[in-house]
């Protein structure tokens, strides 16, 4: 048997007609007629040795060979499809596809989308609110900013800045539970997007902090970071809340943290794109603007006490 490979084109017709179970509308997709398909399957037939598909009345099925064929056929272009579709983002300058999580797009990105706009008329942008591990190639994802512990082999990555979360709520209530031993009287939202995290950075860890031992479990539970931070700012109650995702919403006056002790979470946020990409253009201009916009908030962060989370976890 032969191990020099049938013609792509020939591979490419049985990957149609694989995919269809039939050779007609294998044709249709790939703007030939059944007849130059049937042609092309009866050559890789030749090549291989044996038949890849029965020939029944009005339909095709599998042989045993091309049940083996089929799979890994497919993943074949799908990667070939890929590669191209990476070769050709390095050629435009123009276009930026982002991935964040949900809360991170909602609380951080869309706030401040118009400065960027404004700088970088340029650069047309695209979103993918998601927290799906992407891939760089098969997704046609240029940058992703992740939150989490790494590790980021193989991408280029830029740690952002320190995570840390506090109790912030609104100016009302805040008049209301101004000091930490008043919170434990206060309505507390819980935000479950942070459940994850190790060494654990909840409101029982954050008590002890404080010198108090109070473990609550009582209030709204929500399993995004942002609806429990919308919950706060509509006055429902008070949430422990993640330093990128209240930091310009502190700035603005909307929430208050009266008691500025944070806990560190020792997790930050990620700028991650593939290896070799963070030179392009607009990846580039947009790292160096997100690490700009970060510093214009840093007097938030250095009006804090931060407490490491480790040493407040019970053995």
């Not at 993640?242 to 946020?269: H, S």
Request: aromatic fraction near 10%.
């Amino acid at each position: 048997m032969a191990d020099r490979l049938p013609p792509l084109t020939a591979l490419r017709a049985f990957d149609a007609a694989a995919r269809h179970m039939s050779f007609a509308k294998a044709a249709e997709e790939l703007y030939v007629t059944p007849a130059a398909l049937s042609f092309q399957i009866k050559s890789l037939e030749e090549h291989l040795g044996t038949q890849v598909f029965r020939r029944l009345n009005r339909a095709v099925e599998l042989t045993e060979a091309g049940n083996a064929l089929a799979p890994g056929v497919a993943d074949g272009f799908q990667t070939l499809a890929a590669a191209w579709r990476a070769a050709e983002r390095t050629l435009d300058d123009h276009t930026l596809t982002v991935t964040a999580g949900p809360a991170f797009t909602a609380k951080w990105l869309a706030p401040r989308l118009y400065e960027f706009a404004q700088a970088h008329p340029e650069v047309e942008l695209r979103f993918s609110a998601s927290l799906k591990m992407m891939d760089f190639g098969r997704d046609a994802i240029d940058v992703a900013i992740r939150f989490g512990y790494g590790p980021d082999i193989g991408l280029y990555s830029v740690p952002l800045a320190n995570e840390w979360v506090c109790p912030v709520m609104t100016p009302a209530l805040a008049a209301r539970y101004p000091t930490a031993q008043s919170l434990t009287e206060a309505p507390l939202i819980f935000d479950d997007s942070i459940s994850f995290l190790e060494p654990r950075c909840d409101w029982e860890i954050w008590f002890r902090a404080m010198g108090i031992e109070y473990a609550p479990s009582q209030g709204p539970r929500f399993s995004q970071a942002d609806h429990a931070i919308d919950a706060a700012l509509a006055g429902v109650g008070v949430v422990l809340g993640r330093r990128a995702l209240v930091v310009k919403d502190l700035d603005d006056g909307r929430l208050v943290a009266p008691v500025k002790t944070a806990l560190d979470t020792g997790v930050r946020f990620r700028f991650l794109c593939a290896e070799g990409a963070e030179n392009r253009p607009q990846i580039a201009a947009f790292r160096d603007w997100i690490v700009a916009e970060i510093a214009k908030t840093e007097h938030i962060t250095d009006a804090m006490t931060r407490l490491p989370s480790s040493d407040y976890q019970r053995p």
